[in-house]
């Protein structure tokens, strides 16, 4: 049986098996619409969905798995069939499954927007990673859209950073690939979708707004230096606000950042994210920061 392929959005090739695999196919479609659900931050039902795409990813798995298995049996099947998978941490896999059910069964609040996106970061994508290579041989990360991938690696990062902070928030670990989705789905940047697309700005009148922006964003920061957007890829668009490490006088440190031309920011309300999306290009610019600032 040969399944024909709906329109892919993020993912540049499926697992060959797709052709002929259901449950697999059904499985990588859901992943794409986990993404969807993300840049609309409808968070709750990201994780549901993701529920769901781990559940035909292992019905279309050879584990053995029954018809009327639910998540919660087709884990511990999938877990004798793999030790990698038998490694994975069972209590996360509960707390996934659990928040699932209490979503499903009682709708969701905002309260739950932290939980579902640290269920998601720390074990649904990890886990559905997992599966796809040992059931499968097909690697997630290395077959998505680069700048998708690249944002699934900036929140993981924001998690890791945010998880030392004790009751430190987890909803905005999603933000920069939140955004990065929204933008390029307004402006049809994504394969197949063109003509979702917003009307394209004239040249010259972008420059003029994003030079103006960036005017009034020097003004407002004491350090500021532009970088390129990391949402975006626009050079010179990142403005960025820097301070001065507590523990480390000396040391520069990216506190906010906002983006002149595709509107992205980033400050003390989402912790890690500018330090994150920024670290690098500051280390490489800092000379000339302190030439140009006299620090
Ligand atoms: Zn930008």
Redesign the pocket.
Known sequence: MNIPLSKRLFVTRYPAGCATNAELLSAMQTFETVIVLIAYRRFPHALTSCASALESLLQGSSIGAAKKDGLQILVRKATTKSSAVGAFAPDEMNDLRELRNQIVHRGFSPQDDGPSVDLLISTGIPFMELCLREFHHYELLGNLLPEVEKHIQVAQQVHQLAKTVAGGRMSHCLDSLSYLVRLRFAEGNLPGWEDIAQHGEATGNRLERVERAKQQLELAGEVTWPLT?A????PD??MVELGFDGAKPSRLQPMAMT?A????SAGPAQPFMTEVLTTDQVKAAEPLIRQEYGL
Do not use: H, I, L, R
Not at 261 to 264: A, P, Y
């Open positions: 957007c949402v975006c890829g626009e668009c990142a983006c031309d595709c509107g992205f």
